[in-house]
């Protein structure tokens, strides 16, 4: 399980069901790498997508209301489910209550840093160092489309914490 979000500097991922910042190349980005796989995301997420549901994408929506009823996505109630049903690599692409489950899963962080602080009501977890260790980092800086500099990482997770 992949997790793929942009964050501020204060991990701020949204502001009244919005991204609060235009970013081209983290759009061209998260497409690049999501085509042809699976997304789980939150209902909250779901709705604030401009294009419902994803294109070229097995689209995933965790919610509690088992009688929802989305065209072209699948609806659950738990992340495992979500794990259990995909059919391909599976990415988490949000809300926060979502992330903040999925860092106990996931293998992979792919993290755009947007270089900025911004007020906001939705936010990315922090990343526990014990946990997680960067593997790479690459300046984006500004590209015309976007309203800030920003850099790619990606996280790896250590060793999982064993359950017996």
């Known amino acids: 399980m992949i997790i793929i979000a ?32 699976s997304v789980v995301m939150g209902r909250k997420t779901y709705d604030s997508l401009p294009k419902k549901p994803l294109p070229d994408r097995e689209n995933i929506v965790l919610t509690r209301n088992s009688n929802l009823k989305l ?8 992340l495992e489910r979500a794990v259990q049903i995909a059919s391909s690599t599976l990415f988490v692409i949000g809300g926060e209550s979502l992330y903040r489950e999925s860092l106990l899963l996931a293998d992979t962080i792919f993290l755009t840093r947007v ?32 309203d800030f500099s920003s850099f790619f990482e990606t996280w790896k997770c250590k060793k999982k914490p064993s359950t017996q």
């Open 115 to 146: 270089l900025t602080e911004c007020a906001g009501d939705t936010f990315f977890p922090e990343i526990d160092p014990r946990l997680w260790f960067c593997e790479s980092r690459l300046d984006i800086g500004k590209h015309p489309g976007d």
């Open 6 to 37: 942009a964050a501020s500097i204060n991990n701020v991922i949204g502001d009244r069901g919005s991204i609060p910042w235009k970013m081209r190349s983290d759009l061209l980005r998260f497409k690049a790498l999501t085509e042809g796989s």
């Open 71 to 78: 065209e072209g996505a699948l609806i659950i109630s738990s």
